[in-house]
């Protein structure tokens, strides 16, 4: 069984940055992709990037691939979210997940972390 847990989400003005990070834990080596998505109050959950763990090939949504950077740190079993230049709509609950391989369609995430909040503030 996998786990994960996100961490580094707060409250941040406009043009700050925050790292967020999501630690993996328990049978790792059956994953083979973690995602990052967001959900902002009364929206859809959003894809924003993904790192298949196999070779490191990272993917970015078009809306943050400006700001946003993906990192894979394989000795701590660990992901990176690197947010820059953030801004009010991207307040968000983030979410990072276990899949087969990177897509931005939810369901084939099968593994959830609870989630972290970030707030962008004006």
């Known amino acids: 069984e996998v786990q994960l847990v996100e961490s580094g989400g707060g409250l941040v003005q406009a043009g700050g940055s925050l790292r967020l990070s999501c630690a993996v834990s328990?049978?790792?080596?059956?994953?083979?992709?973690i995602g990052w998505f967001r959900q902002a109050p009364g929206k859809e959950r959003e894809w924003v990037s993904c790192?298949?763990?196999?070779?490191?090939?990272?993917f970015l949504a078009n809306s943050v691939k400006d700001r946003f950077t993906i990192s894979d740190d394989n000795a701590q079993n660990t992901v990176y979210l690197q947010m820059k230049s953030l801004k009010p709509g991207d307040t968000a609950v983030y979410y990072c997940?276990?899949?087969?391989?990177?897509?931005?369609?939810?369901?084939?995430?099968?593994?959830w972390g609870p989630g972290t909040l970030v707030t962008v503030s004006s």
């Open positions: 997940a276990a899949g087969p391989y990177c897509t931005s369609q939810t369901r084939f995430f099968g593994v």
């Open positions: 328990g049978f790792t080596f059956d994953v083979k992709a």
């Open positions: 790192v298949e763990k196999k070779n490191g090939e990272t």
